[in-house]
């Protein structure tokens, strides 16, 4: 079995910074593109990042460019998503992914993803 785990959720105003952990288990994290995708109650999920397995090539949607990065570290066998100047529309469950096929350049379409961890609580408010 594999498995997903995302951390570092909380509460923080706007303007301030949290540091989401995807960490895997089960299987080696770097074989695979992964993605961030978060939804707020209501709404549709929707994608926010993606780091690709085959050259480390990033992707972000529109509404979080300039301000969130994706990055990845092999040894701990986890990827990351500093997320900085928070909004309160970035308030959201935020969920972390793995690409169904290996060392594909990743894009953000839910239907890429087949493993999927539980989600943590992002709530950006004064």
């Known amino acids: 079995q594999l498995q997903l785990v995302e951390s570092g959720g909380g509460l923080v105003q706007p303007g301030g910074s949290l540091r989401l952990s995807c960490a895997a288990s089960g299987f080696t994290l770097n074989y695979y593109s992964i993605g961030w995708f978060r939804q707020a109650p209501g709404k549709e999920r929707e994608g926010v990042s993606c780091i690709s397995s085959t050259d480390g090539s990033t992707y972000y949607a529109d509404s979080v460019k300039g301000r969130f990065t994706i990055s990845r570290d092999n040894a701990k066998n986890t990827v990351y998503l500093q997320m900085t100047n928070l909004k309160p529309e970035d308030t959201a469950t935020y969920y972390c992914?793995?690409?169904?096929?290996?060392?594909?350049?990743?894009?953000?379409?839910?239907?890429?993803?087949?493993?999927w961890g539980q989600g943590t609580q992002v709530t950006v408010s004064s």
């Open positions: 992914a793995a690409d169904r096929v290996r060392f594909r350049r990743c894009r953000l379409f839910e239907t890429d993803y087949g493993s």
